[in-house]
């Protein structure tokens, strides 16, 4: 079993006094204005998660275009979000520990507006360094929100779970769909990425009152701390850093690729942006269908086996139907991404305490993340290589295949903690 602080460790000191409570507890309510910053914080955060990635995704043709970049920063540049994502995401448990998860999240805000809008300088040296500045922010976030759920919301879990992933779909689904028709009405691709930064202000602006409430709240004396590291010698931490490692491989490989890959297939890039768009508009409804299927008494397994085998099937369909026909794979893949609220709601329920579940989400992300990086990178030198689609699908196949294997394990009854994830469901629907 993984180590947790000792019960007479101080609660996590950092955080606001009455979010502090483990669920259940009979700590006094926060104040209601409290909820609503706390609660539209949180959707103008998940806007913002995926806009900066699948933005630069659906333009990473005109950007190479345009700037003149060869093969190699052709592949690097899409892998620079999961590479970001676990070296700055494993210092998390550490700067969480010393600012509060509040203030680290606040920060973490302020690197992703200034990356993102760094970006929109036309130099292929400004889009490599914004993409590492925003990135890293935004693995800060990616990390933290977990815990920032659970402090503040901890009767309600899974429900804000999925509202955060819900906006989170959103704003990469209209950032796709958008980014296009915008550099095109800008005339530069780097000014429609840089545009995107715009949204990032407004999650730092929105986040902003929650950090002062915390800073105001905030109890002097040392944080709990639980070092993520030694959990992945347990089977918790093991299982859920391979289905993160698996969902992220495979979702970045398509979030970075498939518009692309559909253009140099024949489609237009208008029309590639569409269905990329598509795919991400499928995932929005899929992440809520599925939590609510998770949520029913014994569904969490099947849950996890349809979204893991719609991957399989789409990624095949994408490997032996014509581009005209890509609308398919489109919805398939989109439904197959839904897997990742369900993910978060186990990191958020996994942990015995505040500090467990940074450590936990901070080791399933990171290292997560560092292993994902494969993905994006992998299929960029492929294609550079053998000039074709084939094997880097054939490859993302194999892997969507372990994912249904993991999906298996994780949901069985060894895993430590799974009822814990069939009740955070339970509790998204009030009961």
């Given at each position: 079993?993984?180590?947790?602080?000792?019960?007479?460790?101080?609660a996590?000191?950092?955080a606001?006094?009455?979010?502090?409570?483990?669920?259940?507890?009979?700590?006094?309510?926060?104040?209601?204005?409290?909820?609503?910053?706390?609660?539209?914080?949180?959707?103008?955060?998940?806007?913002?998660?995926?806009?900066?990635?699948?933005?630069?995704?659906?333009l990473?043709?005109?950007?190479?275009?345009v700037?003149g970049?060869?093969?190699?920063?052709?592949?690097?540049?899409?892998?620079?979000?999961?590479?970001?994502?676990?070296v700055?995401?494993?210092?998390?448990?550490?700067?969480?520990?010393?600012?509060?998860?509040?203030?680290?999240?606040?920060?973490?805000?302020?690197?992703?507006?200034?990356?993102?809008?760094?970006?929109?300088?036309?130099?292929?040296?400004?889009?490599?360094?914004?993409?590492?500045?925003?990135?890293?922010?935004?693995?800060v976030?990616?990390?933290?929100?977990?815990?920032?759920?659970?402090?503040?919301?901890?009767a309600?879990?899974?429900l804000?779970?999925?509202?955060?992933?819900?906006?989170?779909?959103?704003?990469?689904?209209?950032?796709?769909?958008?980014?296009?028709?915008?550099?095109?009405?800008?005339?530069?691709?780097?000014?429609?990425?840089?545009?995107?930064?715009?949204?990032?202000v407004?999650?730092?602006?929105?986040?902003?009152?929650?950090?002062?409430?915390?800073?105001?709240?905030?109890?002097?004396?040392?944080?709990?701390?639980?070092?993520?590291?030694?959990?992945?010698?347990?089977?918790?931490?093991?299982?859920?850093?391979?289905?993160?490692?698996?969902?992220?491989?495979?979702a970045y490989?398509?979030?970075?690729?498939?518009?692309?890959?559909?253009?140099?297939?024949?489609?237009?890039?208008?029309?590639?942006?569409?269905m990329?768009?598509?795919?991400?508009?499928?995932?929005?409804?899929?992440?809520?269908v599925l939590?609510?299927?998770?949520?029913?008494?014994?569904?969490?397994?099947?849950?996890f086996?349809?979204?893991?085998?719609?991957?399989?099937?789409g990624?095949?369909a994408?490997?032996a139907?014509?581009?005209?026909?890509?609308?398919?794979?489109?919805?398939?893949?989109?439904?197959?991404?839904?897997i990742?609220?369900?993910?978060?709601?186990?990191?958020?329920?996994s942990?015995?305490?505040?500090?467990?579940?940074t450590?936990?989400?901070?080791?399933?992300?990171?290292?997560?993340?560092?292993?994902?990086?494969?993905?994006?990178?992998?299929?960029?030198?492929?294609?550079?290589?053998?000039?074709g689609?084939?094997?880097p699908?054939?490859?993302?196949?194999?892997?969507?295949?372990?994912q249904v294997?993991v999906?298996h394990?994780i949901?069985?009854?060894?895993m430590?903690?799974r009822?814990?994830?069939?009740?955070?469901?339970?509790?998204?629907?009030?009961?």
């Open positions: 079993m993984p180590a947790s602080p000792p019960a007479s460790a101080p996590h000191a950092d606001p006094v009455a979010a502090r409570a483990a669920p259940g507890s009979t700590a006094p309510a926060r104040p209601r204005s409290a909820v609503v910053s706390a609660v539209i914080a949180l959707v103008l955060i998940g806007l913002n998660l995926r806009a900066g990635i699948t933005g630069a995704s659906a990473l043709h005109d950007l190479q275009a700037l970049y060869g093969a190699l920063v052709a592949a690097v540049i899409p892998s620079i979000p999961t590479l970001c994502f676990a700055a995401g494993a210092a998390t448990s550490w700067l969480t520990g010393r600012l509060g998860v509040e203030k680290a999240i606040l920060l973490s805000l302020a690197m992703l507006a200034g990356g993102l809008l760094l970006r929109g300088i036309p130099a292929t040296g400004m889009l490599v360094a914004g993409s590492v500045v925003g990135m890293s922010g935004l693995a976030c990616n990390v933290a929100m977990p815990s920032f759920i659970r402090e503040h919301f901890a309600r879990t899974s804000m779970t999925a509202v955060y992933t819900v906006t989170m779909t959103t704003g990469g689904t209209l950032t796709s769909v958008m980014v296009v028709p915008l550099a095109q009405a800008l005339g530069s691709p780097s000014a429609a990425v840089g545009a995107v930064g715009i949204a990032a407004a999650a730092f602006l929105g986040f902003l009152p929650v950090a002062l409430q915390a800073h105001r709240s905030t109890v002097p004396g040392p944080s709990a701390h639980v070092s993520p590291w030694p959990l992945l010698r347990s089977r918790k931490g093991q299982l859920l850093t391979a289905i993160f490692t698996l969902q992220a491989l495979l490989a398509l979030l970075s690729w498939f518009p692309y890959m559909l253009t140099t297939m024949g489609m237009e890039a208008s029309a590639s942006g569409l990329f768009g598509l795919m991400q508009l499928v995932s929005v409804p899929a992440g809520m939590i609510a299927i998770g949520a029913r008494p014994g569904m969490l397994r099947p849950a086996y349809l979204v893991s085998i719609t991957m399989v099937l990624i095949a994408l490997l139907l014509p581009v005209a026909l890509a609308a398919i794979p489109a919805v398939l893949l989109g439904f197959g991404l839904g990742f609220p369900l993910v978060m709601v186990m990191i958020s329920r942990g015995t305490s505040t500090a467990e579940t450590a936990l989400s901070t080791l399933a992300q990171s290292s997560g993340y560092l292993l994902a990086t494969a993905g994006p990178f992998g299929m960029g030198l492929l294609h550079s290589a053998t000039g689609w084939a094997l699908l054939v490859l993302l196949l194999v892997l969507s295949l372990a294997v999906s394990l949901t069985g009854p060894l430590p903690g009822s814990a994830g069939a009740a955070a469901g339970r509790t998204a629907k009030g009961k």
